[in-house]
């Protein structure tokens, strides 16, 4: 199973919108709507922020939006804060009850 | 208090096999799924595999078959998981998480160990 791909790296302004797609197979992304978003900041464990392709959990600011189309899911951050500087990595259900993450990227709030 | 706590640090040579445990507290450590994910220095997150607590079934990733062993104890509500012939680029940070929905495996993460580094070395 490959990774999910995702783009190295995103940035914007304070208070723009970013969006990092994440982009795999009708095996994967495509075939099941069990997507789900992690946000890492360095040397701590990921945190979830979207389960379900769009649901947030208790506690996710609603500036974090999920998406998918086709193949491809996407996450959304609207209003770019400082605190959104982090890396993120999406993760799907892949068949015979495996999952599979993606590469991984890089948000840079300028 | 809801938590995963992870066994501590391990230096291992290669060829060696390695323990990683995690200890459930705060919630029904059988409810939900067990899962382990991996990442080497500077790289992204690896899905390695489930456990039911339950059941005692599991799923591995495909790379790691035949390498990985996942169990548990539940009167203790402690997870396992051994990596067996390691190499050096098994060198890395593995994490216990517990998948968000109860009795269901859906790879929805919600609660995190803080990780347990393992260095693989000569």
């Known amino acids: 199973q490959s990774a999910l791909t995702q783009p190295r790296s995103v940035s914007g302004s304070p208070g723009q919108s970013v969006t990092i797609s994440c982009t795999g197979s009708s095996s994967d992304v495509g075939g099941y709507n069990y997507v789900s978003w992690y946000q890492q900041h360095p040397g701590k464990a990921p945190k979830l922020m979207i389960y379900?392709?769009?649901k947030r959990p208790s506690g996710v600011p609603d500036r974090f939006s999920g998406s998918k189309s086709g193949n491809t899911a996407s996450l959304t951050i609207s209003g770019l804060q400082a605190e959104d500087e982090a890396d993120y990595y999406c993760c799907s259900y892949a068949g015979t009850y495996k999952g599979v993450f993606g590469t991984g990227t890089k948000v840079t709030v300028l | 208090q809801v938590q995963l706590v992870q066994s501590g640090a391990e230096v291992k040579k290669p060829g060696a096999s390695v323990k990683v445990s995690c200890k459930a507290s705060g919630f029904t450590f059988t409810g939900y799924y067990m899962h382990w994910v991996r990442q080497a220095p500077g790289q992204g997150l690896e899905w390695m595999g489930w456990i039911n607590p339950t059941s005692g079934v599991t799923n591995y990733a495909q790379k790691f078959q035949g390498r990985v062993t996942m169990t548990r104890d539940t009167s203790i509500s402690t997870a396992y998981m051994e990596l067996s012939r390691l190499r050096s680029d098994d060198t890395a940070v593995y994490y216990c998480?517990?998948?968000?929905?109860?009795?269901?495996?859906?790879?929805?993460?919600?609660?995190w160990g803080r990780g347990t580094l393992v260095t693989v070395s000569s």
């Open positions: 379900d392709v769009n």
């Open positions: 998480a517990r998948d968000l929905i109860a009795a269901a495996v859906y790879w929805y993460f919600d609660l």
